[in-house]
């Protein structure tokens, strides 16, 4: 009985993240109520400050479903060990994600709101201190890759391992948004992976 209660109660949970996805992306971070929620989950007010205190940690919510298995991704393409060079792993590392934002969409979804749906003030002025956390960290991972290619002997150039990393993590994300804001993609989602394997081939020897 209590695990059935358990599992109703993280399907209810589920369904409320959910459905602040779709209310989120139709009408914007912004201009969405706990009531505009609780009405596209079907639950009351009340079932949503159960599991959420404010709107903010709905957001949260959302963003880490996406962020914590994007960075774990991150994490087995460029840190576990196998037979490609380090600059294969770092341009498979940003195929696969390009590839499950092609697939996934609601990973898709979620970065349309982070990028054009939320002004990040007031309660949501911490969200993006937490953004470039983020960044920060997987801009960490990628600096640690190129360290390995500057040992393998692959890199062109005398950038350093930092400077490569900075600018791969600015380039991808720079990528990102124009691929969020090619909705039809007519422009630069077509491009994508091959912008990415232009960029990493820049760097090779």
Same mark, same amino acid.
């Given at each position: 009985?209590?695990?059935?209660?358990?599992?109703?109660?993280?399907?209810?949970?589920?369904?409320?993240?959910?459905?602040?996805?779709?209310?989120f992306?139709?009408?914007?971070?912004?201009?969405?109520?706990?009531?505009?929620?609780?009405?596209?989950?079907?639950?009351?007010?009340?079932?949503?400050?159960?599991?959420?205190?404010?709107?903010?940690?709905?957001?949260h919510?959302?963003r880490?479903?996406?962020?914590?298995?994007?960075?774990?991704?991150?994490?087995?393409?460029?840190?576990?060990?196998?037979?490609?060079?380090?600059?294969?792993?770092?341009?498979?590392?940003?195929?696969?994600?390009?590839?499950?934002?092609?697939?996934?969409?609601?990973?898709?979804? %979620? *970065?349309?709101?982070?990028?054009?749906?939320?002004?990040?003030?007031?309660? =949501? @002025?911490?969200? !993006?201190?937490?953004?470039?956390?983020?960044?920060?960290?997987?801009?960490?991972?990628?600096?640690?890759?190129?360290?390995?290619?500057?040992?393998?002997?692959?890199?062109?150039? %005398? *950038?350093?391992?930092?400077?490569?990393?900075?600018?791969?993590?600015?380039? =991808? @994300?720079?990528? !990102?948004?124009?691929?969020?804001?090619?909705?039809?993609?007519?422009?630069?989602?077509?491009?994508?992976?091959?912008?990415?394997?232009?960029?990493?081939?820049?760097?090779?020897?």
């Open positions: 009985m209590v695990r059935k209660t358990k599992e109703n109660a993280e399907l209810t949970r589920q369904g409320i993240i959910n459905a602040a996805r779709t209310v992306l139709t009408r914007g971070v912004s201009k969405s109520t706990l009531e505009h929620i609780a009405t596209q989950a079907q639950v009351t007010r009340g079932a949503v400050y159960w599991h959420f205190k404010n709107k903010a940690e709905i957001f919510a959302i880490d479903q996406v962020f914590l298995p994007l960075i774990d991704r991150i994490d087995d393409t460029l840190i576990v060990a196998n037979n490609d060079d380090a600059l294969t792993q770092i341009e498979k590392s940003l195929c696969d994600t390009v590839h499950e934002l092609n697939t996934n969409i609601e990973m898709r979804q %979620t *970065y349309e709101i982070m990028m054009m749906k939320c002004e990040y003030v007031d309660d =949501f @002025s911490t969200v !993006l201190q937490q953004i470039l956390d983020n960044c920060a960290s997987i801009t960490g991972k990628f600096e640690h890759a190129y360290e390995r290619a500057k040992e393998q002997n692959i890199l062109s150039g %005398t *950038y350093t391992p930092r400077a490569l990393a900075l600018d791969t993590h600015l380039f =991808f @994300s720079g990528l !990102l948004h124009m691929w969020i804001k090619d909705a039809d993609g007519s422009k630069f989602r077509f491009q994508a992976t091959e912008l990415i394997q232009l960029h990493i081939k820049l760097r090779r020897k």
